[in-house]
């Protein structure tokens, strides 16, 4: 087998699909309140991202996470879910969502394959949940988030992006539910995407932690049990849950990056933060088999950049965060 490692000796063994560039809710910070999105026939047919995903597991791909859009709004996501976790070489498919209807799929996901969810939540006060997300189902995010502990969709994972003058005065408040009620809490730095940019600015991961740390107690370092992402983990005193910290803008993890991203239109794109992307979808609908998919994924592994440069050449362009995936 060849192995994917890209021009700087990074092994590529994780992928995030995005089956769809359309959500339900629309963050300030992550897309446009008003967009247009994808016509039917221009995102990737559950069977077209099999063969993708068929081809990048015999190069060594062996975790993916769905996302989108709200990957939740696509049809039949359990369909897709059992074909990618019984592809060979696959161990792991989870999934960020943002809870809408986690409640009404989190057992038939788990019957499907899927291992884990992770669940972005902004606020624990309703109507700034509304104000951020420009919905008010603040209430489903939380069934949801019940829902897909008791399938064992474990660990469940609530990730808040922390906004200046948004949400920040509100770190405290997530950081306690590590101790009342087992949540697994990850802090991100807010990234400058444009058009995303009904945001004032980030909050430093460094603040966030000092900030918990003189009001709730020291953080003693956790190792996590699953996921290898870029996110530092800690634990407060006496907590049943743990913190993650993602420090997405001040922090540079290129270094240990091993990941390639699906775009719902199927273009894969190396780097997160640059805007290279190497188009599968014609190929694959021009009859591409499976060794001229992996020649192209090996393509795209020649061009994945050594580093972002979010900084210097600013965030972005082509798409927002809704269109990648996160
Ligand atoms: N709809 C799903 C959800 O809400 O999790 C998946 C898609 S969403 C684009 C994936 C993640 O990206 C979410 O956790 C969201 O908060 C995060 N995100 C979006 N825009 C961001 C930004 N500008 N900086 C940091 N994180 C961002």
């Not at 192995?3 to 995005?18: E, P, T």
């Not at 008003?34 to 069977?47: A, K, Q, T």
């Not at 993916?64 to 498919?93: F, K, Q, S």
């Not at 590590?178 to 807010?190: A, K, M, N, P, Q």
Request: glycine share 8%; net charge negative; aromatic share 6%.
């Amino acid at each position: 087998m060849t192995d994917l490692v890209d021009s700087f000796s990074r092994r590529i063994n994780y992928m995030r699909i995005s089956v769809t560039d359309h959500c339900d809710l629309r963050c300030l910070y992550c897309t446009d309140r008003l967009y247009p999105h994808l016509s039917h026939d221009d995102i990737l047919r559950y069977e077209e991202i099999h063969r993708i995903v068929l081809a990048a597991a015999g190069l060594g791909v062996k975790k993916l996470r769905l996302t989108g859009g709200e990957a939740l709004i696509r049809l039949n996501l359990r369909w897709l879910v059992e074909m990618l976790a019984n592809t060979e070489g696959i161990d792991e498919v989870s999934l960020t969502t943002n809870g809408t209807q986690l409640a009404r799929y989190a057992d038939e996901l788990k019957a499907a394959g899927l291992s884990r969810v992770n669940v972005s939540l902004d606020s624990l006060k309703p109507d700034r949940f509304e104000r951020i997300t420009g919905s008010d189902r603040f209430k489903e995010v939380l069934e949801g988030i019940e829902a897909a502990k008791k399938a064992g969709l474990n660990p469940v994972k609530i990730n808040m992006v922390v906004l200046k003058d948004v949400n920040d005065d509100e770190v405290l408040d997530f950081a306690r539910k590590t101790l009342s009620d087992d949540w697994h809490v990850r802090f991100i730095e807010h990234m400058p995407f444009v058009n995303g940019n009904g945001a004032n600015g980030m909050v430093s991961i460094r603040n966030i932690m000092s900030s918990i740390e003189q009001s709730l107690g020291q953080l003693s370092p956790h190792l996590p049990t699953s996921g290898n992402g870029p996110a530092r983990y800690y634990k407060l005193p006496d907590a049943s849950g743990t913190l993650g910290f993602i420090g997405a803008v001040t922090e540079c993890f290129c270094a240990e990056c091993n990941r390639f991203r699906l775009t719902a239109d199927g273009h894969l794109r190396p780097c997160l933060l640059d805007d290279d992307e190497i188009d599968l979808k014609e190929p694959l609908r021009h009859g591409a088999d499976i060794s001229e998919l992996e020649r192209l994924i090996l393509k795209a592994a020649t061009r994945k950049q050594q580093q972002h440069h979010l900084g210097e050449n600013g965030a972005p362009e082509k798409r927002q965060m809704r269109q990648i995936g996160g």
